[in-house]
């Protein structure tokens, strides 16, 4: 009689046992598993999306963008947002602001270790605010001493500080204790008086200020100077003196000068580069969507997530709002619209008129509460919150089921193994019953 071998059919046996079980597993595995990818990509094409539009949707950012052309650079720069109106407007810049800055009247042979009052106070006011140094609190290395090196830290680091700076400049062999103003114009006029120290030197040195910058504020004229309309500003930058447009003024002209030319127009291709990111971004979510839940043909291979509602409805619903009224308008209307395949297209000359009509109603279309980027940025947000959002539910629900399958796999390698033992026991006592047989046979041979 031939002899078997015990492992050879313990291992068919047991895997012929476990096979179906460990085929179904693993197709439901893999499932699982591709539609975890699938979410996933369309999760990030959802996130990209976001992002393109949250670029272009703030206090500071807008998908409209227009431009400032000057007839001369040098004296000033403007920056306009969308909500900026087309036009030319004459502008003369007659003084930039400037900072108040002092040097006090120390005595010769001042250093940065010379030796100051421990008692009084330094009282400080600028712009309305008041800070007030106790000259007892200035020692602070615990010497017994106080330095003016130590006064101007005690200045600059006080909590109470309205915007002075003290420094020591040294010049020619001499130290000098400068305050400047951190801030512009004549509202922020440095005033300070020493009282209480005992020492005449220190206290005149407060009284004796020496100007080095005297503070003024910035000045400019909307038309020719003295016969247009002057603007005053502490700083010099004057937010919106023209609608929309914020000028920074840098370098005052001369007398009699020409006033600078403004023009404010429409930056048609920086607004149709931001236009086109924004297409882009939802182009390629559309994409991603699409080819993952199509329905399958004889040429097409049906989509993981074909059945998934939580995926077909990010698509509804975005498209839904492509199709809504914003200011009273559709962006059909203004060259925006949805293709048979469901994506975005741009009729540049539609927009371009539109922009060009009036840039700032066309920016409310798109910028602002309950317009457009608010409303598709508050239809995505549920979808994407990490603590609980609807695919992040979704994929804690798949990596469950994975879980699950995985635990069911780890008892069927248990069951594997012990059906592997019975079978080897089995079929190493039927070989060991033939031995026997075949020696007991070969005595009558």
Known sequence: MSMMDPITMATQLATFDVQPFQQRYQLQADKYQSQLSALGKVETALREFRTVIDKMNSATASVIKNTATLSQEGNFTANVDASALNGSYQIFVEQVATAHQVSTGMPAGTTADTQIPTTGTLDFTLNGEAMSIDLSTVDTDGDGTATLTELAAAINNDSTNPGINATLVRANGETHFMLSSTDTGVANTINVSASGTGQAWFEDAFTNLTDISTPQDAKIWLGAQGSGLALTSSSNTFSDVITGVDITVTKAQAAGEQPVGLTIGADQEATKEQLNAFIDAYNNLVSTIDGLTGSGSEDQQRGVLASDPTVRSVESQLSNLLRTQYNGKSLMEVGLSINREGKLELDTERFEAAQANGSSSLEAMFNGDGNLFDS???????????????????????????????????????????????YLAQFTQMNSLMTQMNQTGSLFA
Not at 384 to 410: E, P, V, Y
């Open 376 to 422: 598709l940025d508050q239809a995505i947000d549920p979808f994407l919150k990490f603590s609980n959002g609807l695919f992040k539910t979704r994929k804690d629900a798949l990596q469950q089921n994975i879980s699950r399958i995985d635990d069911k796999q780890a008892t069927l390698e248990r069951k594997y193994q012990m059906s592997y033992d019975r």
